[in-house]
């Protein structure tokens, strides 16, 4: 079974979906794993979130964790917060509108409500925006860690936090997808930075298929092990 990872979706459906295609990902005999923020920023957040829900809900091997995008929408809905509005939410909510219709948006407000802070195999964890140890792994503030606070110990000792899995997140956008041996983020900045792409990770081949928006285009790459590097 192959693993693919994929965060930080930010309403680009049509990239997302290429990605998929480029990657031949199959649902029936592959495991995907999506690390949140699917909506704002982007066209289509709606699409995004319908197709994400579906293969959730439809293949055991397809999972889906929150992201701090969602949690923000969550917020705004419960009048608890308007953050959401200055982060596109107005237009991701005509948008959401427009795919569910009335009715299956409270479902799909149900449905990100459901979903977790983050994922556990057998190899990997895995957090939107990662998380400072196993202890701390249902603290929904870890949805908005920086790098700066998810890097400081040294990967060694991280590793020993998280019984040798490693961690892998988005949420900080970055040029290239980067491991150092006990984080991988994946975080390629799409509908963020200037030159982002979108990026889809398949774990075992250490293979990065990458979405180039200004070329409609879908690459492979590497992921730049930075452990292997320093051995």
């Not at 409500?113 to 556990?120: A, D, Q, T």
């Not at 202890?135 to 606070?149: A, I, P, Q, V, Y």
Request: with cysteine; proline share 2%; hydrophobic share 40%.
């Amino acid at each position: 079974m192959r693993k693919f990872v994929i965060s930080d979706i930010h309403g680009n459906y049509d990239g997302m979906m290429k990605l998929f295609q480029f990657a031949k990902f199959d649902p029936l005999k592959d495991q995907l794993v999506v690390m949140g923020d699917m909506i704002n920023r982007g066209p289509q957040s709606g699409k995004v979130l319908s197709e994400i829900k579906q293969l959730h809900e439809t293949y055991k091997n397809v999972y889906a964790t929150i992201g701090n995008h969602e949690e923000m929408m969550l917020w705004y809905l419960e009048q608890k917060s308007d953050m959401w509005a200055h982060f596109g939410g107005k237009e991701s909510a005509a948008s959401i509108n427009d795919v569910f219709k009335e009715e299956g948006v409270t479902q799909a407000v149900e449905w990100v409500k459901s979903l977790p802070l983050y994922i556990e195999d057998n190899q990997f964890i895995y957090a939107h925006a990662g998380m400072l140890s196993l202890k701390d792994r249902n603290k929904r503030s870890n949805l908005w860690l920086k790098k700066k606070e998810l890097y400081t110990l040294n990967p060694q000792i991280f590793l020993a936090r998280f019984n040798g899995k490693i961690l892998i997140h988005g949420h900080t956008p970055t040029c290239f997808a980067i491991c150092d041996g006990a984080r991988l983020n994946i975080d390629l900045g799409a509908s963020v930075m200037k030159n982002g792409r979108l990026g889809l990770i398949e774990l075992e081949q250490k293979v990065v298929y990458s979405y180039y928006f200004g070329e409609d285009r879908v690459a492979m790459e590497n992921i730049k092990d930075l452990a292997h590097q320093m051995n």
